[in-house]
């Protein structure tokens, strides 16, 4: 998710904050009174490719019974 910051803090740690999100990988969102104002994220080394294995983990966050169909027998239908 990553961390966020005040921008005032931001300008005073610029050096360490940027120094710990090399080594930590995880994006910092700047804040201007509480409003997130920009993102400031690690560069990917070039030819470094994200894999697609858990690139959607935790985007169901709920499915009370997994072995009902996902939907009625009659919106089969509808689609013919």
């Known amino acids: ?3 966020t910051i005040a921008a005032s803090e931001f300008q005073a740690k610029c050096l360490r904050i940027i ?3 090399g ?3 995880e994006p ?3 804040t201007n009174r509480g409003r997130p104002v920009a993102v400031l ?3 990917r080394p070039e030819g470094e490719d994200r894999s697609i294995i ?3 983990k935790g985007s169901v966050l709920a ?3 997994p072995f009902l ?3 009625d027998s009659a919106d089969w239908n509808a689609a013919q």
């Open 63 to 65: 499915y009370d019974d």
């Open 23 to 25: 080594e930590d990988g």
């Open 54 to 56: 858990g690139a959607i």
């Open 28 to 30: 910092v969102t700047i």
């Open 41 to 43: 994220a690690p560069v």
């Open 69 to 71: 169909p996902a939907l």
């Open 19 to 21: 120094n710990e999100m």
């Open 1 to 3: 998710m990553g961390k």
